[in-house]
């Protein structure tokens, strides 16, 4: 493939930088962050990391000892940084209204608009992670242990654990950070068994509220906000869930649905990438990509759920190809 950017001239170019992931962390965001900051150190640039929403308590850990600004106090003259962003909103309000142009946007979603100065966009890579070692492996740019394992936490989680359609680009790169010594089940270890048993809590709620509907093919269902309350979990306890939808044999199309108070939130995952989950999250506002995507939308009405079970049936039928 085509590589036009130089992330070594882009990212060596100042003397101090904000970086930022999107809101709701992920471990892809989380690794992205660390690892060029860990990157940047070595070569003596200053790069803050911008704390723009709750990271919850398993990805908390990973940034124990960095240097982490809160969002709500930190200064916005600085050269911006966003990874895996796919708008320049998901950076959260906290920060998207302060910037006018971020001035370096890393980032792996079809839907990515390219919203700065500078940007670096593979939506044929596993992960923003993945596109990080990659450069770095391919300029030169070299990096430590700790740098291998954030940018292995990334590829690990975005790919749900190699589960995803997985290219032979990904694993040569997962072959790479192993050359640094970095331990593939002490990372697991620390991403998937560390769950509190109020998730579990939740995710019975979550099991029982799921439908498979369109002769099989769909199935979904949704958590609310008093179901957080309840069983006393944060909403970043919610990763994960979306995927019990997709994976009920025969369910082509899955979706996960969290009625906040304030908000909805929505998860969409399919079986094959020809259901464009990132075309049916575009029309309520959202993005992603062709098997994983999702969306934000102010509080819903009373009917939402229900008309949103149609237009997901709507969409796959109206896709090309597709019969069912
Ligand atoms: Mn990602």
Known sequence: MMRKWNLRELLFKHDEYNIVGHVRADGDCVGSQLALHNVLKASNIKCNIIKNDNYGTVLSA?????????????????????VDCSDFKRTGPKIFEKYSKPYLNLDHHI????????NIVDANSSSTAQLIAESLIR???SF????????YLGIMTDTNRFAYSTAIDTIKVVETLMGKGISISEIHRSVYERNSLAKYRLLERFLHNISVFGDGNYCTSFITENDLRETQCEPLDTEGFVNYTRQIDGVKV?????????????????????SRMDLFAKQFGGGGHPAAAGF?????????????????????????GEKS
């Open 62 to 82: 990973f940034f124990r000892g960095y240097p982490v600004m809160d969002g709500e106090n930190f200064n916005e003259k600085l050269p911006l940084i966003c």
């Open 111 to 118: 839907s990515n608009d390219n919203f700065a100065q500078h």
């Open 139 to 141: 300029e030169n740019i």
């Open 144 to 151: 430590d242990k700790a740098t291998a394992e954030a940018l």
């Open 254 to 274: 899955g979706a996960f649905l969290e009625f906040h108070d304030s908000y909805l939130k929505c998860s969409l995952r399919s079986k094959n990438s020809t």
């Open 296 to 320: 934000t939308v102010d509080a819903a009405g009373e009917n939402f759920y229900n008309n949103f079970k149609f237009a997901l049936i709507e969409h796959v039928k109206n896709l090309p």
